[in-house]
């Protein structure tokens, strides 16, 4: 069993179009981000399993990660 | 004409004498409406050299074909008009409910032109046109008008209307409506308080013309569903814009006492789940919007409702005054709602002042005793009813930093946080080169809606200065204000990141015009073009000078945080500038050439 991540807003544009992936545990997100070729610092929000996590939470088996960027802005 | 209400209401205050024209079909084909329409009249009908405070001043309100749609985000109308805070061109854009009632009253733009002999509430009710006396409700608070207006003739009217901060003439005086939406920047309050103008009322229950409807609804239930789908909606609901708070303090971006710091160690305080836990009620939502960011709050502490704060508020309200607590930073909101002032200038003024405290500049003696250290909430709430009174210190501050700090002196001019006249928005710009550059040439001052860089600028490296930078910022200047012009709101594409293609066909479906947004980016140009020749027009000198930034932003790195020491150079902003004249295709001075604006075929309008 993997986990779910789910790019939001203009993120998807970064990694070529994708919104969605399955990604293995044991990684931190972090980890996962860079992997995809997004800058970490451009993420505002890290939600997993619908609560707030850091960039460095370690994902686990079956979670569901939302990302949210601040790529447009205000 | 399609998408349109088809006429314009043009007001003559001093004579009571009230008319309509047709809105010009060649107009709407050029610029569209919202802002288009607006620097379209400014151009032609406020001579060169006008008082913005004065008869020849004129404001001219403006929908466009997306206002009072159902599209998402069709609820923002444009207030186009001199401004008393920089002299130059100030353009405020308006959500709630406001310019529905207008589109469905057959407007698409209202011109307010001379000066009321009294204060007088301009009343629309589709074709009844009337300047009502407002001698009674002069001198009372926005909410309190907002209010009786409602429960007098129903919740179906819609209500603007100033504060003491506009019939004071406070140079950042804003109008407010639905309590807590506000046309906010460049003191077009002030206009209307001016004109002895207190509200406008207004209702409408006319049909707008489509061009297909079959072809409408589809596109719009389409742009609905994309909203509806998209991964952040959730999130971006449930904080609004203040989910951005945490992330700009990681990345040094959070306006940090008066812009000295861009990292607050207050943050937590501020940040979006603490508002969200401490005192939102519900969400609020401007007309037909899917993704309502605007939050309804209570305050236990001030026994006080707000709808807020926003992001910005709580950036300069909060942090950039040394305040982490988000009760006070509601109140302060509120106080500047209430009393018709714009928060953003409002919360850097009143960091300008607290760091002349700091430095000895101001003394107790200026401040009528007050303790203007940073971080004290009773003393911000004093200044907030000061500056829109005109009373003691805050009549210095309700000029605004540029003026205020040239009249103080003493090296104050140095941390005064502007840029041609407009105090900066809530992102510090230490070492974010393409949101300095955004700053810079923005065309009503210091501010970030036009083009929002700063993610950018950490993707591609805060501190290159590359042509990619500035020709992001060029596009962005193009494209996201198209949603003034449109009036609609940029949030959807912007947070929820929706594919921009879907507005295509439901533009087309409304007005019958196929335009892409290659073609939309062409008329965005146009208007950027127009409005820096407004300010050329106005402002003897005018050029490369009125581009620099803060003096702060490259000069004086932060001391604290994840960019602690890192600076934007001066040959970095002159080399910006020089790249993002080129690619304007102006003059090194930073003027359009004449065959600029012959190509963009706007040459006769600026003359």
């Known amino acids: 069993m993997t986990a779910s991540l789910r790019l939001s807003g203009g993120l998807k544009d970064v990694v070529g179009g994708r919104d969605r992936f399955d990604v293995e545990p044991g990684r931190s997100v972090r980890e996962i981000l860079i992997g995809l070729g997004i800058v970490p610092d451009t993420i505002a929000l890290v939600v997993v399993n619908n609560e707030q996590q850091s960039k460095d939470y370690i994902i686990q088996e079956g979670d569901a990660i939302r990302i949210l960027a601040v790529i447009g802005g205000g | 004409m399609n998408g349109y209400g088809g006429q314009i209401l043009r007001v003559d205050l001093s004579s009571g004498k009230v008319s309509k024209e047709l809105t010009p079909a060649e107009l709407a084909r050029d610029l569209i409406g919202g802002r288009g329409f607006g620097i379209y009249f400014l151009l032609k009908e406020v001579p060169k050299g006008a008082d913005p405070l004065g008869p020849e001043n004129k404001m001219f309100i403006s929908t466009g074909p997306m206002s009072g749609m159902l599209m998402p985000g069709g609820g923002k109308c444009d207030w186009t008009t001199k401004a008393p805070l920089t002299g130059g061109y100030a353009s405020a854009s308006l959500g709630g409910h406001f310019s529905a009632e207008m ?12 000066v009321s002999p009294k204060p007088v509430t301009l009343f629309i009710d589709n074709d009844k046109v009337e300047l009502r006396d407002a ?8 909410i309190a008008v907002e209010k009786m207006f409602k429960e007098k003739l129903g919740e179906e009217y819609q209500i603007a209307v100033i504060g003491p901060g506009g019939e004071n003439l406070v140079s950042f005086a804003s109008i407010n409506h639905d309590y807590g939406r506000q046309a906010g920047r460049g003191g077009v309050g002030a206009v209307m308080g001016s004109k002895k103008v207190k509200a406008i009322v207004i209702h409408g229950t006319k049909s707008v ?6 072809a409408y609804r589809e596109a719009g239930f389409a742009l609905y569903k994309a909203c509806k789908d998209a991964a952040g909606l959730k999130d971006w609901t449930t904080y609004g814009t203040v989910i951005t708070e945490i992330w700009c303090n990681e990345v040094g971006a959070l306006p940090t006492r008066n812009f000295s710091e861009g990292t607050f160690e207050g943050s937590q305080g501020l940040s979006g789940p603490t508002m969200r836990e401490k005192i939102v ?21 001030y026994n006080s409702y707000v709808e807020g704060p926003e992001y910005e508020t709580v950036g300069l309200m ?3 005054l040394g305040i982490g607590d988000i009760e006070a930073v509601a109140q302060a909101n509120l106080l500047c709602d209430d009393l018709g002032i714009d928060t953003i200038t409002a919360g850097n003024a009143i960091g300008w002042a607290m760091e002349c405290y700091q430095k000895g500049i101001l003394t107790k003696k200026d401040t009528d005793g007050l303790d203007l250290t940073f971080g004290n909430v009773e003393a911000t709430f004093a200044m907030i009813g000061k500056i829109a009174r005109r009373e003691g210190l805050g009549a210095l501050l309700s000029e605004g930093v540029k003026r205020a700090s040239k009249k103080l002196g003493q090296g104050s001019e140095k941390f005064a946080i502007h840029v041609k006249g407009m105090e900066q928005s809530a992102y510090a710009t230490h070492n974010a080169t393409a949101m300095l550059l955004a700053y810079m040439t923005c065309d009503v001052g210091a501010h970030h809606n036009r083009a929002w860089a700063i993610t950018y600028d950490i993707q591609v490296g805060r501190e290159k200065v590359v042509p990619e930078k500035v020709a992001r910022v060029i596009w962005l200047q193009n494209f996201r204000p198209m949603f003034d012009v449109l009036g609609g709101c940029r949030l959807q594409w912007v947070e929820l990141g929706i594919d921009r293609n879907l507005y295509v066909p439901a533009f087309e479906a409304i007005t019958g015009i196929h335009r892409s947004w290659e073609d939309m980016e062409k008329v965005g140009e146009r208007i950027w073009n127009l409005t820096r020749m407004y300010w050329a027009r106005e402002n003897e000198g005018f050029g490369r000078e009125w581009d620099m930034p803060p003096q702060r932003f490259y000069q004086e790195p932060p001391q604290t945080g994840s960019n602690k020491g890192q600076i934007t150079s001066l040959e970095d902003v002159n080399q910006l500038l020089d790249m993002y004249y080129e690619q304007r295709h102006w003059d090194a001075n930073g003027l359009p050439k004449a065959e600029t604006l012959k190509e963009l075929g706007i040459q006769e309008l600026v003359v």
């Open chain 2, 281 to 301: 009620v519900t969400d609020k939502g401007c007309f037909g919007c899917p993704s309502p960011c605007g939050k309804y709050s209570r305050s236990k502490k």
């Open chain 2, 209 to 214: 013309p489509v061009a297909d409807p079959k």
């Open chain 2, 103 to 114: 589109k469905y009253a057959g407007l698409d733009m209202i011109i307010l032109e001379g």
């Open chain 2, 135 to 142: 001698s009674d409700i002069w001198g009372k608070g926005t």
């Open chain 2, 318 to 320: 909060g942090s950039n």
